[in-house]
């Protein structure tokens, strides 16, 4: 009997070592969660490499020293080894733009906007390409999306008053943008209050007309 | 003097001017309707003598 015993005993002490083998394996919250490194992977984008960053920062300081050839030459060998980047892209659109290039300033900001279609800046850009090549209705279009991203985008609301203003002549919505440019600015712009003044003269005298036409 | 008597004459090509630049509501937009803008910007540049404002570089890499 005693001897029968024994392996019953010599079980119920291997699976309680078992069992607390896997406790002390088991993390603290003593829930088994995914390695956080892949988690991190698979949300985030992989960082830039350094000598990416560093030329990018060369073209953007050839840019603002309007060494445009320059910056021209540093943004498209960016973008031939890094097509998945907009920034050199949006950039190449802006140099393209100084240099009254429209038709490969258009390519670059759509180029730019495919690849990331977020930011304000790529598209109040695009606005301004088209205006000047006369595609009047892509350019409130490409205003308007400015706007859909961020509602107080400064420049946008001043392009697109200018647009409404100068060639959709439609001065109520002129007006509008002008009005919400200066409210946005910490002190009103001097010359933005005369193009306001200017307007509001040109929509009194255009109602009275409309009044005369009426009697 | 002079400027009295050039008056009437400038004033006459502001309106030849803005009858053109009219035409873009048509969507219209060709050289000619260019050049009455430009035109206008020297006659009249408080109404027509306006520039977008463009960024300057675009630090955002992605």
Known sequence: ?215 | MLEEQAYPFEEKAIELHEVNVRRIASRVYDQWVRRSIDALGKLRPVRYAKVEKSEVIINALR
């Not at chain 1, 002390?24 to 350094?50: C, D, F, M, Y």
């Not at chain 1, 021209?72 to 290039?101: C, D, Q, W």
């Not at chain 1, 400064?154 to 409404?164: A, F, K, M, Q, R």
């Open chain 1, 1 to 215: 009997m005693r001897s029968a015993k024994h392996p019953i005993l010599v079980c119920l002490v291997l699976l309680t070592a078992i069992f607390a083998g896997c406790a002390t394996s088991l993390p603290s919250t003593g829930v088994r969660t995914p390695a956080p490194a892949i988690a991190v992977e698979n949300k985030t984008e992989p960082a830039v490499n350094p000598a990416v960053q560093r030329d990018f920062a060369g073209a953007l300081s050839a840019m603002k020293l309007g060494n445009y050839k320059d910056a021209e030459r540093m943004l498209l060998a960016l973008t031939r080894v890094h097509p998945e980047l907009s920034g050199p892209y949006a950039n190449l659109g802006i140099v393209y733009f100084r240099l009254g290039k429209l038709p490969e300033a258009t390519e670059a900001l759509e180029k730019a906007i495919a690849i990331n279609p977020d930011r304000a800046a790529y598209h109040n850009q695009l606005g301004i390409v088209y205006r000047q090549s006369g595609q009047l209705d892509k350019a409130r279009e490409a205003y308007s999306r400015a706007l859909q991203i961020d509602s107080n985008y400064l420049n946008t609301h001043l392009n697109l008053g200018i647009l409404y203003d100068l060639y959709l002549q439609d001065q109520g919505k002129a007006l509008q943008h002008y009005e919400r440019y200066q409210a946005l600015l910490p002190s009103a712009d001097a010359q933005v209050n005369k193009w306001i003044v200017d307007l509001k003269q040109r929509q009194q005298s255009s109602d009275k007309t409309a009044l005369r036409s009426d009697r």
